[in-house]
């Protein structure tokens, strides 16, 4: 049975289940940023996925770009599947700007989180939510 890894729990909300994949919003103002986690048990690598779950994955990740892009309209779209510190399958979508405190760097190791209001949070994870709707 899935279960999400408490780290990615503790970090995110969720937004919407896709057929393959949970959306979680990051919850860090500094940058807007979603995560995609195929529900999956014991699945640490794209690559491990079965092929179809792959071919999911990867048109959820450019249905995720595209949204970032037309709700934040980014200097860049940032997609990574890490895991070296969840080691549980996730990619990050984080839409960039050059202006943002981290640029052109990678987002982790630049200053502190900054949590989202409540409202703020609710009203994101709304607007998100309707654009995987459409």
Do not use: C
Not at 9 to 15: I, K, M, P, R
């Amino acid at each position: 049975m899935f279960e999400l890894h408490p780290d990615l729990a503790n970090d995110t909300s969720l937004v919407i289940e896709l057929p393959l994949s949970q959306v979680l919003l990051m919850n860090n103002v500094r940058y807007p940023w979603i995560i995609l986690v195929p529900q999956r048990e014991n699945i640490l690598e794209i690559h491990h996925l079965e092929p179809d779950d792959q071919t999911t994955l990867f048109q959820e990740l450019i249905q995720a770009s595209n949204i970032m892009e037309s709700i934040f309209s980014p200097d860049k779209i940032n997609v990574g599947a890490l895991g070296n510190m969840v080691p549980q399958l996730h990619v990050h979508v984080i839409a960039r700007f050059k202006d943002d405190v981290a640029w052109p760097d990678p987002v982790w190791g630049h200053g502190d989180t900054i949590p989202y209001g409540p409202r703020k949070r609710e009203r994101l994870q709304t607007q998100l939510a309707d654009a995987f709707k459409t």
